[in-house]
C-alpha cells in the first residue's frame, strides 16, 4: 500500500472516484494491525508527496479517514489520523487561505473558510474524539472532510492560479 499513487483529476474515471461520497469506516471489519498498517502507509504516503492533509479516496479507498499534519509552536509536526470524521459546529468568520491539493497537482486558489471549526470522529483504536481547530488546522480539517465528501477545493476556490510543479 505504501507505494499506492495518489489519484489526480488528470484522468476523468479519476476524478469521477475523487468526486464520490466515501463510505463510513468499519472499526469491525479490520483488525487493529490493519488499520495500524493503513494510518501508516496513509502518513508515508502523505510526507512522501509533502502533504499535509491525505484523504483515504485520494489513494483509491473508499472510506471516511484522513491523515494531517501541522508545525507545533516547537517546530515539531503534530500527526493526525480520523476516522468518521464529522465537523459539528462551523464559526461565522472566514478566512481565506491559499491551498493546493494532491489529487490536483498545479493549481493553488484561495478558498474562504471558517476560522475555526470543531471536529468530531474516531481514532485508530475507534474511540471518539472531538477536536476544536483554528487557523492552518482548521482549513485542513475541512478540506480534507470536503475530500471524503466529494467536494475538490477548486469548487469552493475564489482564484486559482496555475504553479510550476516541477520545481
Not at 22 to 49: G, P, W, Y
Not at 87 to 96: N, P, Q
Amino acid at each position: 500500500m505504501s507505494g499506492m499513487p495518489i489519484i489526480t483529476i488528470t484522468e476523468k474515471k479519476d476524478e469521477n472516484f475523487l468526486r464520490k461520497k466515501t463510505e463510513l469506516f468499519d472499526f469491525n471489519a479490520h483488525s487493529k494491525k490493519e488499520i495500524q498498517e493503513l494510518v501508516t502507509n496513509m502518513r508515508k504516503i502523505m510526507i512522501a508527496a509533502n502533504g499535509i492533509g491525505l484523504a483515504a479516496n485520494q489513494i483509491g479507498l473508499k472510506f471516511r479517514i484522513f491523515v494531517a499534519r501541522v508545525p507545533e509552536a516547537n517546530g515539531k509536526m503534530k500527526f493526525y489520523a480520523i476516522f468518521n470524521p464529522k465537523i459539528e459546529r462551523f464559526s461565522k468568520d472566514t478566512k481565506i487561505l491559499s491551498e493546493g491539493c494532491l489529487s490536483v497537482p498545479g493549481i493553488l486558489g484561495e478558498v474562504p473558510r471558517a476560522g475555526k471549526v470543531v471536529l468530531s470522529g474516531f481514532d485508530k483504536f475507534g474511540k471518539p474524539i472531538k477536536i476544536k481547530a483554528w487557523g492552518l488546522l482548521a482549513h485542513i480539517f475541512q478540506h480534507e472532510t470536503d475530500h471524503l465528501g466529494g467536494m475538490l477545493f477548486i469548487d469552493k476556490a475564489k482564484m486559482l492560479t496555475s504553479v510550476d510543479s516541477s520545481k
